[in-house]
């Protein structure tokens, strides 16, 4: 049972991961707002989960403004759900301050699947406190993931390092590019070619689609890490997602890449590096809660102005903290 | 003394930084490329410096690639020279994996520059490993401000959170616009609206000038938080730095608002905050090293295989990392 802060309203967690796991869209949106909001019954949701994660193949779909990533997630999950799957979708946007939103139906492409039982959808804002994207998005990703998806799609509207933080949090990276977009040279400076996994070619009915494969496979032979045995060379697929040509293309190539990661260990190997990075993030969140709070609440600001008085560096500063844990 | 790790080269710090503030240009280059590198001096160059800090105003430039930053740098440089003023510029590029560079007339723009021992210039690339600026910025902020410069000069080539995390550095920060690079809303979405303190409107000979004052105007407006008595209203100024034009505008604009900010207090605060979070970075990657080293060095890698495995979720497993400390 868990209280909420603002409302009163008590939660009975195992009721509602049960209910998320038989498919409740009211019991998933509960969830994921009850890890977004840092709930005081975050942590008790967190341990409910744990059991039973590590079912969903996370697919991170990045590309600039305009190439259609919206309209690839919409038609992605028709694909998806003509195979039976179930199917979550996690838009984030970090440069709107809002967040939350209807679970389903709350983007104008995803109306098609808003009277769909088998697909939850959630829009999330928001960066972290430390600048880096939410905590709250990962834990959102474990509902989704708990909630019995086969897939979650994890599409995000920012540009830059919004994109690379996606990346590691997907265990499949889909890279969305179209011609006009100049994004050759905006993934290569933003390290995108390096993590995308599948490359696709959104609008390949336009004029300068082939210089766009062209540009791809280039950078792509640039790289050579993909040159040794066994290693993964990410496909490059043409869609026109208007229109849903190409999309089956997308779905094998996402499949053919968990088949390859699971023979490889991959899967494993990215999930614990994710896991890691997770369990870190958290850990110095309550280190720099504690930093506020040692010593009163001023330890900080008092070394603070010692640096800025000139009686200390803020290395010696920083050792001090540390110290004073 | 200081013995290099790389090049077994020993350094007498106290020589270095007394060199430094009598404005040796090679003591200069050799303290940033020590705390640049964090080197085994690092913690003794830092202690070293802290007496002689404060004195400089660091002035942060930020803006779209192609408005001219470089140019306003450079044109700054020159009026400020003429002023009798001892100048820094630190040229970041956070897209850039190049660091170091000569410490004078590294940069094309910069070669009028290079011959003038009143000037000191650096380029430094670099991303942390945080995802972060370097944080040998804020380090190389020190070395310059020791160095007896009256103004250091930032300016960075990123765009976006880079732009941000330049003006967090800054007791003042300037936000360059030009008429066609619809800086407007890019920079409205970054935030760098709230965090201008100066606007510059350059290439104001060209047509749509007026658009770009309006726009500011019209921006600064919806903020707000200006309207307040005593509080800053960021004056626009118009320049043509290719000519010059209106470089003393920009000039004078700084120092009104270093005035301002001695007269309330301001720059007390902002140094106040930016120490602050310069101390809780160095502590938090101290514990983030601690991390990787409890229990021999597998306690992270443990927790994570433990939370991909369902026999943990993140926050408890966060919980006894901390607890491990």
Redesign the interface.
């Known amino acids: 049972m868990a209280v909420s802060r603002r409302t009163g309203r008590v939660d009975d967690v195992p009721d509602l991961v049960s209910r998320a796991r038989d498919g409740s869209p009211r019991a998933v949106a509960r969830l994921i707002s009850l890890v977004e909001n840092d709930s005081p019954a975050?942590?008790e949701v967190?341990?409910a989960?744990?059991?039973?994660?590590?079912h969903a193949q996370v697919v991170g779909l990045t590309g600039s403004p305009g190439v259609g990533k919206s309209t690839s997630t919409s038609v992605l999950v028709t694909t998806l759900r003509e195979q039976g799957k179930r199917v979550g979708v996690l838009a984030v946007d970090p440069?709107s301050p809002f967040s939350g939103g209807a679970l389903l139906g709350d983007r104008v492409r995803m109306q098609d699947h808003a009277t769909d039982e088998g697909v939850f959808i959630r829009s999330m804002a928001s960066r972290g406190q430390l600048?880096?994207l939410s905590a709250a998005v990962?834990q959102a990703l474990r509902v989704l993931d708990a909630a019995a998806c086969d897939v979650v799609l994890v599409e995000t509207v920012g540009?830059?390092?919004a994109e690379?933080?996606i990346a590691s949090l997907a265990d499949t990276t889909l890279l969305v590019v179209a011609p006009g977009f100049g994004d050759g040279i905006q993934a290569a400076?933003a390290g995108i070619i390096e993590i995308a996994d599948v490359f696709v070619v959104n609008k390949a009915d336009r004029d300068g689609a082939d210089q766009v494969v062209r540009d791809l496979r280039y950078m792509q032979s640039l790289g050579g890490r993909h040159s040794e045995a066994g290693s993964w060379r990410a496909p490059i697929v043409r869609t026109v997602a208007a229109r849903s040509e190409g999309v089956d293309d997308v779905v094998a190539a996402i499949e053919k890449h968990r088949s390859w990661m699971d023979e490889h260990g991959e899967l494993?190997r990215r999930?614990?590096?994710r896991?890691?990075a997770?369990?870190?993030a958290?850990?110095?969140g309550?280190?720099?809660r504690k930093?506020g709070h040692v010593h009163g609440s001023a330890a900080?600001?008092e070394?603070?102005?010692r640096?800025?008085a000139?009686?200390?560096?803020?290395?010696?500063?920083?050792?001090e903290?540390?110290a004073s844990?």
């Open positions: 975050l942590r967190a341990a989960l744990a059991p039973f994660g590590g440069s600048g880096g990962p540009v830059g390092q690379v933080e400076k494993d999930r614990q590096v896991a890691a997770e369990i870190e958290i850990a110095l309550t280190v720099r930093f900080l600001d070394a603070a102005a640096v800025v000139g009686d200390a560096d803020p290395y010696s500063a920083a050792d903290l540390v844990l």
